[in-house]
């Protein structure tokens, strides 16, 4: 008697590899390296691929710290190590680009960093000069740390979701062979002082070509986008997570609290719009969402659909979250055919 046939699902594993983007950036043992190891053991345990952006403006300004300062060098050489791991087990490895680095304040005695000007936040905002400059420093320094053969920075995030308008990524993208793109969720749009994205009117696809404009398909288009997915919480659930999230802050319970240490962007201004919002929270599919509820509502939701793409920060996750990931993971491969290559997706 033949073994019954699993089900076949399309998974992607993304991580935005970034230190906290405010006024504290945090360390990077703690905001990068140890919940970055769990992420990659629990991969490698399970024989998944992850896609890795790395925030390479900030590697470039840290190399410059290296030759004076003991401590940026340690955590050059760590994460060095790290990228390398990922590349040789696998994983892709890709530029993210936040241009706000470029106004970063390094703190000496923390070995932290604070990014309290937003001011060059959007790419788009820059000119032709400044956003060539900060291409070529994130291709030569993914290049330059990544030792192995297998590496193909072919593929890009935006800092925040801001890919619009792609006419000012686009020349980049041709120059430097960059035919994927992970930034859109789809029917979201944001505005604000710092981030800007308008995703409402793109297509109702996971997966399509464009050209020009990332929200037009164009099946002759050169580049590919695969859409981050997004979990629609009934209300009930929503009532008794949010119960449970206040239980966790009123206990400070340690096992809940993000492994980083830093504090993230702050913007007052944000506008935020979401064309399929009908009277349920629709979050971003994330590791982050993952404790003893919401886990087992993403399995639920996996089940019925082909697709599905998870983002994630490392400098994020919770002892939690990281528990309920390996139960995450360890059920995804038992109850499905998993790929987890979008290289692989037909």
């Known amino acids: 008697m033949s ?11 993304t991580f935005d590899y970034e230190l906290f983007l405010g006024v504290e950036s945090g360390n990077v043992p703690q905001c990068l390296i140890k919940s970055t190891e769990r992420i990659l053991d629990m991969l490698k345990k399970y024989s998944f691929n992850g896609i890795f952006f ?20 340690k955590d050059f050489d760590s ?27 390094y703190n000496e005695a923390l070995n932290t960093w604070s990014l309290r000007d937003y001011s060059k936040y959007l790419f788009s905002s820059l000119d032709n000069d400044v956003q060539a400059r900060l291409f ?13 053969s297998n590496f193909k920075p072919d593929g890009y995030r935006a800092g925040g979701w801001s890919i619009q308008p792609f006419t000012s990524f686009k020349p980049y993208f041709e120059k430097y062979n960059i035919r994927h793109e992970f930034s859109v969720i789809p029917g979201k749009a944001v505005e604000s002082s710092g981030l800007k994205f308008n995703f409402i009117d793109c297509p109702d696809q996971n997966i399509y070509q464009f050209d ?4 037009e398909k164009n099946e002759n ?21 949010n119960k449970i999230s206040v239980l966790f802050f009123v206990l400070k319970l340690k096992f809940a609290w993000p492994i980083g240490n ?21 979050i971003v599919a994330s ?28 400098k994020i996750l919770s002892p939690m979250n990281l528990f309920f990931t390996n139960y995450f993971l360890r059920r995804l491969r038992k109850k499905y055919d998993v790929e987890t290559n979008f290289r692989k997706f037909s």
């Open 3 to 13: 073994a019954k046939k699993l089900a076949e699902k399309k998974v992607l594993f």
């Open 212 to 215: 020009s404009d990332i929200c």
């Open 79 to 105: 994460i060095a190590i790290q990228l390398n791991r990922m590349v040789n087990e696998g994983h892709d490895v890709f530029m993210h680009i936040h241009p706000h680095w470029d106004d970063a304040v």
């Open 136 to 148: 070529k420093m994130s291709y030569d320094i993914l290049n330059e740390i990544i030792t192995s």
């Open 287 to 314: 590791f982050e969402n993952f404790n003893m509820l919401l886990t087992f509502f993403h399995l639920r939701t996996v089940s019925k659909t082909d697709y599905w793409h998870f983002i994630s920060h490392p």
């Open 54 to 73: 790395v925030d390479t403006l900030y590697l470039c300004h840290l190399k410059d710290l290296c030759k004076t300062n003991v401590a940026a060098k």
């Open 221 to 241: 288009g050169k580049f590919t986008e695969y859409a981050i997915s997004i979990l629609e919480i009934p209300q009930w659930l929503d009532y008794i997570d």
């Open 262 to 282: 830093g504090k993230t962007i702050q913007l007052t201004d944000i506008v935020s719009i979401d064309k399929n919002d009908k009277g349920k929270r629709r």
